[in-house]
Structure formats: C-alpha cells, structure tokens
C-alpha cells in the first residue's frame, strides 16, 4: 500500500513538472516572488531547468533575472514561492557544494594571487591537499591565466578578473554553474574561451544556467531559453526552434491586387506592401509554398521570394518592446 | 568548521598583506622609542637632582600609565579603523556574494572575520603592552601591576568594540558604522569623566549619568578597571588618578560588558543571516 501511494505521489511530482522527472531537474523554481519595500523585483518565477542542458535565462535590465540568480544561491530570500536546486532546497549546503557561481561583476580580495584565489575558494568548497594541487594550475590553464598565476588580483584587467571568476566557479566541478554575464568585459577571443569552457561543461554533463545579454553568444551555446519581463517567465523556447523558424517572408512582386491582401491573411499576420515588395510574418514556416502558390494562381509576377529566420534577438525584442527597462 | 578557520586565516591574512598589522607594530615601535626616551632623561634629571626614590616610583608610575593610556587608544582605533570595512565593504563591492554562495554558513561567514580580527588584534595588544612594560622594567626595574589583569580587561574592550563595529557595519555604511562606533566609545569616554568628576565633587546624579553612558556602551569602563588594577598603590589609597580612581567600575560593569560583547557579536550573526546580500 504504502509503495502504492509513493507511486502515485511520484507520478503525480512527475506531473507537475510536465512531464519531468523532478530528479532530473537542476533547477525548480514555483512562483518565487521578492518584494524590496515597495518594489516587486521578481512578481513569480516559474521555472524548470533541466539536469545536462545549457539554459539562457533572457531578459531587459531590470526584468529580475539577478535577483531570481540571487534567490536560487540563498543570497536573496524569497517573499513568497519555493525553489530546488539539484532536488535540494536552495540555501541547502550540500546544494551549493555543487554549484559553481560567477557573478556579473566578479570581485574579490585584490591582494590575492589568483592562485591563492583558487586555493581559497577551492578549500570552501572542500577540495583538499593533492586534488586542489593538482586543479590550480589545471583551471588557470584553462582560462588562459597561467602566465600571470603568481600576480595579484589588483594588476589584472577586467578581462582578467572576469576570467579568474570563472576559474573560481568551476575549481570544484559544480555539477550546476550559474553564470551571470559571464563575456561581460571579455575580448572575443575571451568571449570563444567562455563559449569553449561551456561546452566542455555540457560534455561532462554539467547544468549550465546563464544569464546573458550577448543573445549571440546564447544562441550558439544554449540549448534551451527564457524570457523573463517584470520577473515573470513570458516564455521558454528550445534555441533550435528559432534556426527552423523561417516564419518571416519578403518577396519581391509586380502586378499584386490590393484585395489579395487582406486574402493572404490567411496564412499569416502583418501582411504589408511597400512598393513592389510583399512582406509578412507566416503563422507557419510550412505556408510558404501555398503563399507561393496563390500568388502564381492569381497571375502575380513574382521576381524574389526570401523566407527570413525569426532570430532570438527579434523575438527577445518583441518581448523587451513595451517595457522600458530600467 | 573549516569555513570559519578559512575565514579566520584571510581575515587575518589581510592585515598582514595588506601592511596593515606591520604599519602598526611601525608606529607602535615609534612611540615605544619615544616612551623609552622620555623615560631616560626623566630617570636621568631624578638623578641629577637626587629627588626622593619614594617620589621618583610615583612619578614614574604616573608615566607608565601614560603609557598604558596611549597603548589603550592604539588599541581602541586600530580595532575600529581595521574592522569597520569587512562586512560593509564586501557587501556594497559584492565581494561577500562570491562567498556566501559557498557551502558556508554566514554564522561561520562572521565568527571567521571576528575570530581573524581577534588574532590580529590580540598579537597587537601583547605587542604593545608587553612593549611598554618591557621598556619600564628594563629602564626602572618595574612594571605595571596586576599586567595579566590589566591585559585581560584591554583586551576585552578591543573585542567589545570589534563586535559593536561587525554588528553595525551588517546594517550601515563603512562611513556611518565608524562614525557610530567611534561616537558611541566618545559617549562612554566622556561618561567616564562625568563619573570622575561626579565622585570626586560627591554628586551621586552625575555619577549616574556617567554609569548611564557606561551601560550605551562599557568599553571606557574596561579602560578604567584595567588602569585601576594597573595603578600604584598609593594612587589606590588616596582615590585620586586621572584614569580612574574616585569610581571604579565594579565586577558586575565587567560581566555586563562581556555580556554586551556576546550580544552584539550574536546580534551580527543574526543580521547578517536575515539580510540580502
């Protein structure tokens, strides 16, 4: 009986987390809320971050994307909701042992060398003896740092900062790292460094959460995205869908009849004619034969016709027009 | 566990690092040399002038106190001057978040820093005072009485503002947590005088209203017991010194200050866990 009712109540976890095994989510959050004062920062943040995925968390400044970072890793308390990171609650020790984090502006004791850097932040994480040894000057290889190991932190670049952060997040093999702007300050040969070590960190089969406004850079590293405004989640889309989302069209016509306009709307929306060229936003990719189609039926010229990508930066300025930003 | 030695070890680090602790031994050597100086030609003008051996012991006893005084103001602002950024700085830099996000507790976060300021602080103070002493028995042949006493009651005046300064510095500014701590010892020291002034004059109400500013804040009572301890004995039987003399703090005023020390440092832990960062 009582495997029965733990049966159901898995099912019915599995459930709520559509269809996700809530032991393979790295990050759960339920309708997490923080109010400063007067000032809702995040109004509920309802979100699940699958365990081995890359996952862009978008938003304009001012959206709450860093304070919802904040309440995952228990710097921030929540008002209101509840989250889970790796199946623990946040703030849970044995959580954060896991998770790497480096903040948008990564700032430390400039007296420091990095390699005591490492050391420090290697040892609160609980690597000892030997293995830290042995990670340091792995990890400074891997941000590239090697050459500039014995320096103190306060002759480094921003660049140079933004790197040692990210070393500092990573020493101990999170198998969550939470990444706030990491190119933030970074050349593009940095900003290739990031993108290399976030694939690597997939490969071992890490959870990447990363809080970006280069949408560049998201799109080629993320497998998964939100977009957050007002601190709420508008909408979560896998990255590929927007390489198969040729949904916007322009071709170039003579001889088009005011009225097959408004027909034309059958297959899409913001049909518009500006001279000779037709443009409008399909509600399927897969219309643009029939458009094609009807066009040539009803005795149109038609000299070019360019099914265009709905890329992440249009649809993350869709969602941004109308909010301001702060 | 390890999290607050780790905390404590770069806390303490800091102020190495940082020249911080070594600048203050510098200065500290400064005045043990000037000390020693005045010392030797005060010892060397006795002789010339064979003043009374009874009257040169009290003279110098006067002077070591002196001494003591300064190495208590030393004291008094280098656990200010030193500590007053820790927890606001890392906060308003956000230094702090690349820690607290760690598996550490920010019991721990806090009780390292107090624990790494109190290494520091305390290497300090045993430097100094042994310093004074050293110079006086090695010039004179005498040192202050009840030193071990003395050193306990200074050494928990410096804590007791430590903790008073961690637990302000959680809620305020850099800026306003020292102008707060350092107006608060300003409360107690001129409380202190009131309390002087109030028991040499006989006026129990101003006598009151210093042991009032004493309870705001006790660490110039700590001052005051230790140079009581401290002071030669005909000082002691005549009531009068400048440093404490006419009223003594009691033992009670003591345990209320090691009170006070454990409440703000518990104080600071709890605002520290309550707060965002």
Redesign the interface.
């Known amino acids: 009986m009582q495997s029965l009712i733990s049966a159901a109540q898995t099912q019915d976890a599995t459930a709520a987390a559509g269809g996700i095994d809530p032991a393979d989510l790295a990050i759960s959050t339920k309708s997490l809320r923080k109010v ?1 004062r007067d000032k809702v920062a995040v109004r509920g943040l309802t979100l699940d971050v699958r365990r081995g995925e890359v996952f862009g968390f978008l938003g304009p400044n001012g959206a709450g994307k860093s304070t919802s970072v ?1 309440m995952l ?5 929540p008002t209101l909701g509840s989250a889970r990171l790796l199946g623990k609650p946040i703030g849970d ?2 959580a ?2 896991r ?1 790497g ?1 480096l ?1 948008e ?5 400039d ?1 420091l060398t990095s390699e005591e850097l490492l050391r ?2 290697g ?4 690597l000892r003896g030997d293995e830290l040894a042995r990670r340091i000057p792995r990890m400074l290889d891997t941000v590239g740092l090697t050459p500039h190991a014995g320096k103190q932190l306060r002759d480094y670049s921003k660049g140079m900062l933004q790197r040692i ?1 990210l070393a ?1 997040a990573l020493i101990h093999q999170p198998d969550l790292i939470i990444l706030d702007e990491p190119t933030s300050g970074l050349d593009p040969v940095g900003r290739r460094l990031v993108r290399d070590i976030i694939r690597r960190q997939k490969e071992r089969g890490a959870t990447v959460f990363l809080n970006s406004h280069l949408l560049s850079e998201v799109e080629v590293t993320c497998d998964r995205v939100a977009f957050i405004r007002a601190g709420t989640v508008i909408e979560i889309r896998e990255v590929k869908e927007f390489e198969r989302s040729y949904r916007n069209v322009v071709a170039r016509v003579g001889r088009l009849a005011e009225n097959a306009l408004h027909e034309l709307e059958a297959w899409g929306t913001e049909v518009r004619l500006k001279g000779s060229y037709l443009s409008m936003r399909l509600h399927a990719a897969e219309f643009a034969p029939r458009v094609v189609q009807y066009l040539v039926e009803h005795g149109v010229e038609v000299y070019e016709f360019t099914p265009q990508r709905i890329t992440l930066e249009d649809r993350f300025l869709e969602i941004v027009s109308g909010d301001e930003g702060l | 566990m ?2 607050i030695w ?1 905390i404590a070890r ?1 806390t303490f680090q ?1 102020a190495v ?2 020249k911080l602790l070594g600048m203050a031994l510098a200065a500290g050597a400064a005045f043990l040399i000037l000390f020693a100086t005045a010392v030797h030609f005060q010892a060397a003008g006795f002789q010339e002038r064979h003043v009374p051996l009874f009257l040169q012991r009290q003279i110098f006893s006067a002077m070591q106190m002196v001494g003591m005084y300064a190495i208590n103001f030393l004291i008094v602002a280098m656990t200010v001057l030193t500590s007053v950024d820790t927890i606001s700085g890392e906060i308003a ?3 702090v ?9 920010r019991w721990q976060l806090m009780t390292g820093k107090w624990l790494g300021f109190c290494g520091m602080l305390t290497a300090y103070a045993l430097v100094m005072i042994a310093g004074v002493n050293l110079v006086s028995a090695g010039m004179l042949g005498t040192s202050a009485r009840h030193l071990p006493v003395a050193f306990a009651l200074m050494w928990m005046e410096s804590m007791l503002l430590l903790s008073t300064t961690l637990c302000l510095s959680v809620s305020f500014s850099t800026l306003t947590t020292g102008v707060l701590v350092l107006g608060l010892h300003g409360l107690a020291f001129l409380g202190g005088w009131i309390e002087q002034a109030g028991s040499l004059t006989d006026t129990p109400k101003a006598v009151l209203a210093g042991v009032a500013a004493s309870l705001v804040m006790p660490s110039e009572a700590l001052w005051r017991r230790a140079a009581f301890e401290m002071q030669s004995p005909l000082a002691t039987a005549i009531n009068v010194s400048p440093f404490s003399g006419a009223s003594v703090p009691s033992s009670s005023m003591i345990v209320y200050a090691a009170l006070y020390t454990c409440v703000a440092l518990g104080l600071a832990v709890h605002r520290l866990n ?1 707060r ?2």
Do not use: N
């Open positions: 400063f904040k890793l228990g710097l921030v308390k020790r044995e954060r042992r998770v984090f903040p502006h990564f700032r430390f004791y007296w420090v932040h040892q609160l994480c609980g952060g500092q | 390890t999290g780790i770069i800091e690092r940082k830099s956000g230094t978040q690349a820690i607290a996000m760690k598996p550490i507790d309550a965002d960062l």
